[in-house]
């Protein structure tokens, strides 16, 4: 006589055994390697490898964490780079939470695509992918002024921020090197800005950020369209 356990019986099994597994390996890694705090694992459907999150950084090992190996995976099928989809779900941010009072704006056509940017002034990858996204119609674009390169980004961000046309102070200086009209100073919001950045990991410029929240690292501007084509708003 064959004994048949219920579907759910099983499920519940199988998924106990997944999170001892994921209990053990997590253990593992921490006993090897001195002082990292795992944020998470997660058995991947690929090879048997386990998916480990430390900060910003993610990895993977074996179960018996006998092997570490830190780069991205390929499938060889579809040619997607598994690792760069995962990293952006594990990056992404709430879009509706950004300050967009913080932000430059500028719209073009009926602005149904919506991205936002961090970018300093002084950064030449900012300058080529606001170079490249002025061939995009139907977009709303928030630039968020993050000064970080430079000991004058600071100060430039300000006198763009306090021209009275601040996205036509912004793109002048950024694709024609003409600098914004003199101003009043006024309270521009450098402090914020920093702070901003740092709450939600920007370490670089250019980032961007689809409104679904998906991250996106320097300049690749035909890769930005294609995911800010695909977000829902």
């Known amino acids: 006589m064959r004994l048949r356990l219920p579907a759910l019986f099983l499920a ?3 998924t106990a055994s997944a999170f001892a597994d994921e209990v053990s390996v997590r253990r593992g890694v921490e006993a090897r390697f001195d002082g990292i705090k795992v944020q998470s694992v997660t ?4 090879a048997g490898l386990y998916e480990i999150v430390v900060g910003e950084t993610l990895f993977y090992t ?9 780069g991205d995976i390929i499938d060889a099928r579809s040619q997607k780079n598994l690792t760069e989809e995962r990293q952006q779900k594990l990056t992404a941010i709430k879009f509706e939470d950004l300050p967009l009072d913080l932000a430059i704006k500028q719209v073009r056509g009926n602005g149904k695509r919506v991205v936002a940017i961090f970018a300093d002034p002084f950064c030449p990858y900012c300058k080529n992918l606001d170079r490249a996204l002025l061939r995009q119609d139907d977009i709303t674009i928030y630039t968020f002024l993050y000064p970080i390169l430079r000991p004058e980004s600071p100060d ?5 921020w306090c021209a009275p046309d601040r996205a036509k102070a912004y793109y002048d200086f950024m694709l024609n090197a003409r600098e914004p009209a003199a101003a009043p ?3 521009a919001p450098v402090d914020k800005w920093l702070a901003l950045g740092q709450k939600i990991g920007v370490r670089a410029t ?11 690292l320097g300049a690749r501007p035909e890769e930005l369209v294609k995911l800010i084509g695909e977000a829902k708003k």
């Open 185 to 187: 100073s006024c309270n």
């Open 206 to 216: 250019p980032t961007s950020f689809t409104i679904n929240g998906e991250r996106i």
């Open 156 to 160: 430039k961000a300000r006198t763009i």
């Open 62 to 70: 074996d179960e018996q964490v006998n092997f570490v190996f830190k």
């Open 43 to 46: 058995k991947t459907s690929y």
């Open 12 to 14: 519940a099994i199988l």
